[in-house]
């Protein structure tokens, strides 16, 4: 719809033009995925959005600690929403191939410098702004049930079904910190060639005759 705002699946967003607070938070998000939540302060996002600087503390009361979580926040809900479909609408290994295409374009595309912002803020301590991590948690909860409910579905009991969860999120965030480290998609790959390997053994769906 024409003036609405577009999300995009890697959790970052863009904004109605002249929209200043949808624009700061936008620039929250790509400096979170580039340079991480230490990194991020308002002066960077000002000067990467051009938004004005008397509208911060007007749409932040908060100041950079309130923009942060409100970039963590909206970025965790469009991944949420992102996985939330694709473990709706897809078994378990079509949902992870197209989860790993998603990563794969935004790495590469990014010439791997766009990670997780939801990783950024999780791997630093913030010990002044302890709603990053609250809310970092609150959305890695909300993909590991999104990713065990599918796995329920398909036979995996639920506290299996938990633990594969944790294990893919763990997976992919850790295989998307290496290829930006390496400059290199292979990570990712071996990642998701593991775990299509993995899930069907898990579900049971994989044909005996395959199996060694």
């Known amino acids: 719809m024409a003036g ?5 699946s890697d959790g970052s967003v863009r904004p109605r033009p002249g929209d200043a607070r949808r624009r700061m938070i936008e620039g929250a998000v790509e400096s979170l995925r580039v340079h991480g939540a230490s990194a991020t302060s308002v002066d960077r996002v000002l000067s990467s959005t051009g938004a004005p600087r008397g509208s911060v503390y007007h749409h932040f009361p908060g100041g950079r600690t309130e923009l942060v979580n409100e970039a963590v926040v909206t970025a965790g809900t469009l991944m949420s929403e992102f996985i939330e479909r694709l473990t709706r609408d897809n078994d378990s290994v079509t949902a992870l191939d197209q989860f790993g295409a998603m990563w794969r374009c935004t790495l590469v595309d990014s010439g791997f410098r766009a990670g997780c912002p939801i990783f950024a803020v ?3 301590t913030n010990d002044d702004a302890p709603e990053f991590a609250r809310a970092a948690a609150e959305i890695f909860a909300r993909w590991q049930t999104s990713l065990a409910d599918v796995l329920v579905r398909e036979g995996v009991s639920e506290a299996r079904a938990r633990r594969l969860a944790t294990l893919t999120v763990a997976a992919f ?3 998307i910190a290496l290829c930006r480290a390496q400059r290199d998609i292979t990570p990712l790959d071996d990642v998701v060639a593991e775990l299509r390997d993995l899930l069907p053994t898990a579900t049971g769906t994989v044909d005996p005759g395959l199996q060694h």
């Open 4 to 8: 609405t705002r577009r999300a995009r």
């Open 122 to 124: 999780a791997v630093e």
């Open 173 to 175: 965030e850790g295989a």
